[in-house]
């Protein structure tokens, strides 16, 4: 059993560095594929994708250190204490998230959109939403903002679909901006959308304009898809809590369970964003409470695992499976889930990524299509706008944008 | 600094790598491995990189500078010392990707700094010094002079020193430590004594000292200098003395002590606290009532307020700023005091008395996290009060405001 389990093919360190068991070559190696792609520009979503499954890959088979999100967080926390008392182990423990954090100050959160295995495996999940029953035409008629963006191309059948099905189409056809991408701060606009016509980005799709759409419209198939998707939620979680608690009470230490807490609060909130879609910006904050929690607990000594701490080391913890599939489970109803609301290293890539020299820019070419916000996994796009702290610079908007408004640019450039 | 520059400097970069790898150099003697090899010409082609992408942004002398310190990581942490290698590969990443970045970069020199000179308390170190230099650039940010920056730091910097110790202290114990001393059972009670005791205290110089102020800010009779004078006699009376002192008028042979007892009880312990916390709170509340403009309260008058409600609807809520900063004085002197206390009133034991016990008997070791313990409370309490001050009033100075 264990021998089958072990699909690690590496059994020491790849590459000896001092002398010591540091293996970080396979990762650099990854690290050096991004920079390469950023250069290439035609088909960069193909490379995006190809990275992305070779990380899988290399994170999966080759790396045998724990460098999950919590990973690197811990780990980072550890080894700053350690420069001037053995110097070796402070580059084992920090080199991977200094290395990810520098390219985040000038690149961008590249991490999060390129190679993290975590965000890939939602991608994946994601993207096969469209064989739900029901899912792609839900999704093509626009109605739960965040999940309407969570084809990484959306074909133009759907973006046509979204605009003309989506929302009371006498309306919304003389808007610039009919967007899909739903998030916090449209209360007002989305009130305001039978009048808006005159405003630059009127953006009809808030929460509470998409309900009052609802039930003006009379798509009363609205609100029961969403009770199901929640109630679904809620069944997958407490299955999973019997599951982890029957079954797998054995276990040696009880550490993992901070993995199936971590998901469990995933669905929570999922279930918040699903019913109420307005709320996804403020859920957003919720990273740094992750994040601080996480650091209180180094804090306190404790050591808590991933939900995806599974693929690393060879402790097969089943919890940490369990919620790791949970996790890729959420992407169905909001995609890259855990990556908006909860991942602590993100939102660390996040705020290097809101200073970062690299940047999206919009330039004046911007129609007000928003086929942006339609590609966007974090719904990072809001009237034409990227916001930098949720961007995990796929690239995405940029690659879909039919009038090449959307660029990459260093600061400074114009 | 052109693409085509770049690039030649970093194929420069290159071949000097390739000659490390395949040849010795005269006189350098590096003898790099093969990986440490490839790990340094990855940091120094990302420098380049960074170095490139900077020139488009900043101006030549900005990119000197950043040779330059680029250059002094490498002489110091690459160089000069052997151990010191693998930290370069941290640095040298982190200086090319915040480089620009003002307060990150500040941050990070601090950091360097730190861990390399300050050791062994480079946390406290880092804390401290990364605390001013915050501050200061806030303060720059927001359009303090250079004067008043360098100020401010420089203040700063000494004030933070001051807590440095403290800051050294605490480091070396985990929160479980802490947490098995607070379980052992006999520190949690004279630290609930030392709370209680100074909470107490703090009302009673409350009760008696606010009307105090509140007459010696109105009236004028001689001999008020010396009155206001002597009010400050308790900060001056070395504590021991002034122990004594009351115990001579308090203890078993003195003339009330047969009628009060008051020697071993938690009122001896509060009377000591009473007596050398009460000139904080009088003095802060004598200033606050006399910045109470007098025409306020004739104006009062004159709409036929009685004495008694222009005390407490017009001085009071004026005062009640100053007078609350005194009441935190007050009760953190409180609770800190130990030569009064253990010579008035040795039990009930207070937290104060506890470490200096233990320090004096058992040893530094025993008493140190006791103390430790004891500082964090006291800490948080006094945080948590000024806190509580600037949300209370603040909201009351804003609400009130005509």
Known sequence: ?414 | MRRGDAIGVALLVVLVHAILAYGEVAGLRLRLTHVVNAALLATNLYAVLALYLLSRVRPARTCAFFVAGYALLFGVFFLYNREWQPLFFLYGILYASVFRLPFAHGLFWIYVAAYTLAQPYPLAAFITVGAAFSAAYAARKRGAGRLVTGLLFGGLLAFCALLYPLLCFASPDSVQTLLRTWHAGDVRGPILTSLLSATLSCLVVIAFGVPLAHALAKARFPGKPIVEGAIDLPILVPQSAAGVAFLWVLGEKGPLGAVLHLPGTLAGVVLAQVFVSAPFLIKAALTAFEAVDPELEQAARTEGASELSILTRVALPIASRGIFVGAILAWSRAVSEVGMVAVVSYYPLTAPVLVFERSSQAGIDQARPIAVLLVLWCVWVFIGLQFLRSATFARWVRGGAP
């Open chain 1, 1 to 414: 059993m264990t021998g089958f389990l072990n699909w690690k093919l590496l059994r020491s360190n790849l590459a000896p560095f001092y002398e010591s068991y540091v293996e970080l070559a396979a990762f650099l190696a990854l690290l050096l594929l991004v920079a390469i792609s950023m250069t290439v520009r035609r088909r960069r979503q193909l490379w995006r994708h190809v990275v992305q499954a070779l990380s899988i890959a290399v994170f999966f088979f080759l790396i045998s250190t724990c460098l999950g999100v919590f990973g690197l967080v811990r780990n980072a926390w550890f080894g700053l204490e350690l420069p001037g008392q053995d110097d070796l182990r402070a580059f084992y423990w920090l080199a991977p998230t200094v290395a990810i954090l520098g390219l985040s100050f000038t690149f961008g959160p590249v991490f999060c959109g390129w190679i993290c295995p975590t965000g890939a495996l939602q991608e994946l999940v994601g993207s096969l939403r469209g064989l739900l029953p029901g899912g792609a035409g839900r999704q093509t008629s626009g109605k739960v903002a965040g999940r309407s963006s969570d084809l990484p191309y959306p074909s133009p059948a759907g973006g046509a679909g979204r605009q003309t099905r989506g929302r009371a189409a006498g309306r919304s056809s003389d808007l610039p901006y009919p967007s899909p991408a739903g998030s916090a701060g449209r209360q007002t606009r989305g009130r305001a959308a039978g009048r808006s016509s005159d405003l630059p980005y009127p953006s009809p799709a808030g929460g509470a304009g998409r309900q009052t759409r609802g039930k003006v419209a009379g798509r009363s198939g609205d609100l029961p898809y969403r009770l199901v998707v929640v109630a679904l939620i809620a069944a997958g979680m407490v299955v999973y809590l019997v599951v982890v608690r029957a079954v797998f009470s054995t276990r040696a230490s009880q550490l993992e369970d901070s993995a199936v807490l971590w998901a469990a609060a995933l669905a929570a909130i999922v279930a918040v964003a699903v019913l109420h879609p307005g709320s996804d910006q403020a859920l957003k904050r919720l990273r740094w409470v992750s994040l601080g929690l996480l650091l209180a607990m180094c804090l306190a000594g404790i050591t808590v695992t991933s939900p995806v701490h599974f693929v690393f080391s060879n402790v097969h913890d089943w919890a940490s499976l369990l919620s790791s599939l949970l996790i890729m489970g959420m992407s169905l109803a909001v995609m890259r889930a855990w990556c908006r609301y909860l991942c602590p290293f993100g939102v660390l890539c996040s705020l290097a990524g809101t200073v970062a020299l690299r940047r999206i820019t919009v330039t004046e070419a911007c129609d007000g299509c928003n086929r942006c916000a339609g590609v966007c996994g974090t719904a990072a796009i809001e009237r034409g706008q990227v916001a930098r702290d949720a961007c995990t610079m796929c690239l995405a908007c940029v690659d879909a944008c039919p009038q090449g408004a959307l660029l990459e640019r260093m600061e400074g450039e114009g």
